[in-house]
């Protein structure tokens, strides 16, 4: 995928109270790509990095959606502006920006029009106020069980260990049963939280 649009920066309106009420960065990755299936995104990944050495935490999730042009990356920092009818404020981008702000981060948008878009949030691993991930295991079952026809694909790097997750893989491997068959979901939280545990995360 090429991509052919800078990394936009944007800051948040102080006015608004609803700073912080998403306490977990688990949450913030399941709004990050509820927008993803909402631009149509057929595929999704989503990258955890956290580097110790550096005290720095990288998220990024990575469609192959709509996408968004210029214009309308500038206009999506403003949390008044959503293509949302139903609710005239869209906040889900303005409040990452504003836990990575918070914690010494910054949040990243590169997006190209038929393409795809790429959000990548940066955080102080160690800064008191990075909020914690949450429940990535519970955020993960969430979105598998909710789009099972979306091919996601997951990757957490913890210094040297790693935990990865690839929907079209276990699709391969469970051939007829469906990916939100009860018990395929209770199996895949198993798998999940264990690997998560042992990374430590
Ligand atoms: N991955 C994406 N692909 C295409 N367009 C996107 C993507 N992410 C965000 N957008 C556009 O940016 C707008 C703002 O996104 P944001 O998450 O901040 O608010 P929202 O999704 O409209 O509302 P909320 O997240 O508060 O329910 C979206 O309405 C959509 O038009
Ligand atoms: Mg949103």
């Given at each position: 995928m090429k991509w052919s649009g800078n990394f936009t920066r944007w800051g948040f309106p102080d006015e608004d109270d609803r700073v912080g009420s998403v306490q977990d960065l688990s949450l913030h990755i399941l709004d990050i790509v509820e927008n993803s299936l909402a631009a149509g995104a057929r595929r999704v990944e989503i990258r955890i990095d956290e580097n110790l050495k550096e005290d720095r935490m990288t998220i990024e999730i990575v469609d192959d959606g709509c996408g968004m042009d210029e214009e309308m990356m500038q206009r999506?920092?403003?949390?008044?502006?959503?293509?949302k009818i139903v609710r005239r404020v869209g906040l889900g981008l303005p409040l990452l920006s504003e836990s990575c702000r918070m914690s010494n981060g910054e949040l990243g948008l590169q997006s190209s029009p038929g393409q795809g878009t790429k959000v990548r949030a940066t955080f102080?691993?160690?800064?008191?106020?990075?909020k914690p991930l949450g429940n990535m295991g519970e955020t993960l079952v969430t979105l598998i069980v909710g789009h099972p026809e979306v091919d996601l694909f997951y990757e957490h790097r913890k210094d040297g260990a790693f935990f990865s997750l690839d929907t079209p893989e276990i699709k391969a491997a469970l051939g007829d049963i469906p990916l939100n068959e009860p018990r395929v979901i209770s199996a895949l939280r198993s798998h999940i939280l264990e690997g998560l545990e042992e990374l430590g995360s």
């Open positions: 999506v920092l403003d949390p008044f502006f959503t293509t102080q691993h160690s800064h008191i106020d990075r």
